[in-house]
């Protein structure tokens, strides 16, 4: 599994404000934009403000209503799309259909025509340029959608619900990790933190953009092949400039940090509170990054101190 980061899914019974979440150690915030064929969530907007000044990832979510019918699976999708693009929602990031019961939705029809009616649904955002899931709780994605088909059509894309406990959770327990196959999330429990917000935990990789380009450097002066020790020439091609400093962050002393390669990629996770010798910095993803090992092991500046 590539990724793991945490995420809420927020609507109008949240606040405007996801400072708290991010604080508990939210990455990515999961919007509901819409439902049926006329709600439009009143907070959207200000949540999605939210989000980007704490400089969280974003995606959108639509609350279904068409049950098994493909016509108004498609009049519902083209209504969230819509909406998605006043919003801004950015097409490198997903719109996901949250099919469950409830407002009307039915589910018990046959597992043929729900499908049917999820992938008429999900067409119309890919269509649209966007990524896309599907929500639902593991009992009714097992028991009333042909879950395979989905993952075929979209890849690893179910974002399933799955509580241990209905009472407050602050880290998912894997002993009761919903098995199913094409998990991209885990919503593990319905009070994240005490913060009343849905807590998910991502199994896949859903932040992809491409790295941004490098700035381009000054020519440095070539080491003479003729002149020097093989180690002296390896010694000359490399930068040090200090050591940096991962603090603490979020108050939370489990968080941890992310490292990047050097073309944007992410890769394994370094501990807070540790300090690290620097051999080189530039811009990876238009964030300034120091190289703190090989060149799969960058750290963005924006989560160190103490450069020197």
């Given at each position: 599994?590539?990724?793991?980061?945490?995420?809420?899914?927020?609507?109008?019974?949240?606040?405007?404000?996801?400072?708290?979440?991010?604080?508990?150690?939210?990455?990515?915030?999961?919007?509901?934009?819409?439902?049926?064929?006329?709600?439009?969530?009143?907070?959207?907007?200000?949540?999605?403000?939210?989000?980007?000044?704490?400089?969280?990832?974003?995606?959108?979510?639509?609350?279904?209503?068409?049950?098994?019918?493909?016509?108004?699976?498609?009049?519902?999708?083209?209504?969230?799309?819509?909406?998605?693009?006043?919003?801004?929602?950015?097409?490198?990031?997903?719109?996901?259909?949250?099919?469950?019961?409830?407002?009307?939705?039915?589910?018990?029809?046959?597992?043929?025509?729900?499908?049917?009616?999820?992938?008429?649904?999900?067409?119309?955002?890919?269509?649209?340029?966007?990524?896309v899931g599907l929500y639902s709780g593991a009992y009714v994605l097992r028991q009333y959608v042909d879950t395979a088909k989905i993952v075929k059509k979209y890849g690893t894309c179910l974002w399933v619900?799955?509580?241990?406990?209905?009472?407050?959770?602050?880290?998912?327990?894997?002993?009761?990790?919903?098995?199913?196959?094409?998990?991209?999330?885990?919503?593990?429990?319905?009070?994240?933190?005490?913060?009343?917000?849905?807590?998910?935990?991502?199994?896949?990789?859903?932040?992809?953009?491409?790295?941004?380009?490098?700035?381009?450097?000054?020519?440095?002066?070539?080491?003479?092949?003729?002149?020097?020790?093989?180690?002296?020439?390896?010694?000359?091609?490399?930068?040090?400039?200090?050591?940096?400093?991962?603090?603490?962050?979020?108050?939370?002393?489990?968080?941890?940090?992310?490292?990047?390669?050097?073309?944007?990629?992410?890769?394994?996770?370094?501990?807070?509170?540790?300090?690290?010798?620097?051999?080189?910095?530039?811009?990876?993803?238009?964030?300034?990054?120091?190289?703190?090992?090989?060149?799969?092991?960058?750290?963005?500046?924006?989560?160190?101190?103490?450069?020197?």
């Amino acid at each position: 599994m590539a990724s793991r980061e945490y995420a809420v899914d927020v609507a109008a019974y949240q606040p405007t404000s996801m400072s708290a979440y991010k604080r508990a150690g939210a990455r990515q915030v999961i919007v509901k934009a819409t439902e049926g064929l006329g709600y439009i969530n009143p907070k959207a907007s200000a949540q999605i403000e939210s989000t980007h000044a704490n400089h969280m990832y974003l995606h959108a979510y639509h609350f279904a209503t068409f049950g098994n019918s493909v016509s108004r699976a498609k009049m519902e999708a083209k209504f969230f799309v819509s909406r998605a693009e006043k919003l801004n929602i950015s097409k490198k990031r997903y719109l996901w259909l949250d099919w469950e019961t409830g407002d009307g939705n039915v589910v018990v029809n046959s597992t043929y025509s729900n499908t049917k009616a999820i992938l008429a649904f999900m067409k119309i955002c890919h269509d649209a340029g966007y990524k896309v899931g599907l929500y639902s709780g593991a009992y009714v994605l097992r028991q009333y959608v042909d879950t395979a088909k989905i993952v075929k059509k979209y890849g690893t894309c179910l974002w399933v619900a799955s509580y241990a406990t209905m009472d407050r959770i602050d880290n998912p327990n894997f002993n009761y990790f919903p098995s199913m196959n094409g998990i991209a999330i885990w919503q593990f429990t319905q009070n994240w933190c005490g913060l009343s917000v849905d807590g998910n935990i991502t199994l896949k990789e859903l932040i992809t953009d491409s790295a941004d380009k490098v700035q381009k450097k000054a020519p440095s002066s070539k080491v003479s092949h003729d002149s020097g020790t093989e180690k002296e020439r390896k010694g000359a091609e490399k930068k040090v400039t200090g050591t940096v400093y991962v603090p603490i962050l979020y108050g939370n002393p489990n968080y941890k940090v992310r490292l990047l390669d050097s073309k944007g990629h992410y890769q394994k996770y370094i501990n807070t509170n540790t300090s690290w010798k620097i051999w080189d910095e530039k811009t990876i993803r238009g964030m300034k990054c120091y190289k703190i090992g090989n060149d799969q092991q960058w750290i963005p500046a924006k989560f160190c101190s103490n450069h020197g």
